[in-house]
Antibody, heavy 117, light 109 residues
Framework: QVQLQESGPGLVRPSETLSLTCTVS?????????WGWIRQPPGKGLEYIGS???????YYNPSLKSRVTMSIDTSKNQFSLNLSSVTATDTAVYYC??????????WGQGTLVTVSS | SSELTQDPAVSVALGQTVRITCQGD??????ASWYQQKPGQAPVLVIY???NRPSGIPDRFSGSSSGNTASLTITGAQAEDEADYYC????????????FGGGTRLTVL
């Protein structure tokens, strides 16, 4: 069974960069899947951030594209999210998930990131 | 980009059948998937590729689609089905993007 685990700082200062890593276990990250990031502001719905393929090809939500960078490290079975110039509106639970193009079948437990000074 | 529209809230009596809908032009081209999310937990996939259930999902959950509308039906709703439900599909813009509906809060009475 594939398992995903998000890690990273729980508090980020405004205007700085949010950096999260997702560690995949139970499956090689090199097995032809996409890997995605989704976030959920407190009390609100799910928002797609973007996805990355094992080759490094990326697809970003247009509303976040100018601030998002994703990368993949196949040697560590990890993929990462960087979101720059954060504001309070970026406060959310951030999930990583395996992206089967038409659905996300395995999700991490999520990590709350608060943007505050 | 595409949008997916869901009713904010739906209620159902215990043991009855409820249908949760999701509307969007992209659903004319791509299948919807559905997720259940309980408070403080990560979303769980309950239906994918229109009408397929992952292993471990009860068969009271089913999916269907017609035109620009996808539906999640719970036949014989149980108390544990009370949750938020989100639809998801691929964006029809051709840029490999994904899109989520706004979510439906299901209350089991």
């Amino acid at each position: 069974q594939v398992q995903l685990q998000e890690s990273g700082p729980g508090l980020v200062r405004p205007s700085e960069t949010l950096s999260l890593t997702c560690t995949v276990s139970g499956s090689s990250i090199n097995t032809g899947y996409y890997w995605g990031w989704i976030r959920q502001p407190p009390g609100k719905g799910l928002e797609y951030i973007g996805s990355i393929y094992q080759s490094g090809s990326t697809y970003y939500n247009p509303s976040l594209k100018s601030r998002v960078t994703m990368s993949i490290d196949t040697s560590k079975n990890q993929f990462s999210l960087n979101l720059s110039s954060v504001t309070a509106t970026d406060t959310a639970v951030y999930y990583c998930a395996r992206d089967q193009v038409y659905y996300f079948d395995n999700w991490g437990q999520g990590t709350l990131v608060t943007v505050s000074s | 980009s595409s949008e997916l529209t869901q009713d904010p809230a739906v209620s159902v009596a215990l043991g009855q059948t409820v249908r949760i809908t999701c509307q969007g032009d992209t659903l004319r081209t791509y299948y919807a998937s559905w997720y259940q999310q309980k408070p403080g937990q990560a979303p769980v996939l309950v239906i994918y590729n229109k009408d397929n259930r992952p292993s471990g999902i009860p068969d009271r959950f089913s999916g269907s689609s017609s035109g620009n509308t996808a539906s999640l039906t719970i036949t014989g709703a149980q108390a544990e089905d009370e949750a938020d439900y989100y639809c998801n599909s691929r964006d029809s813009s051709g840029h490999h993007l994904r899109v989520f509906g706004g979510g439906t809060r299901l209350t089991v009475l």
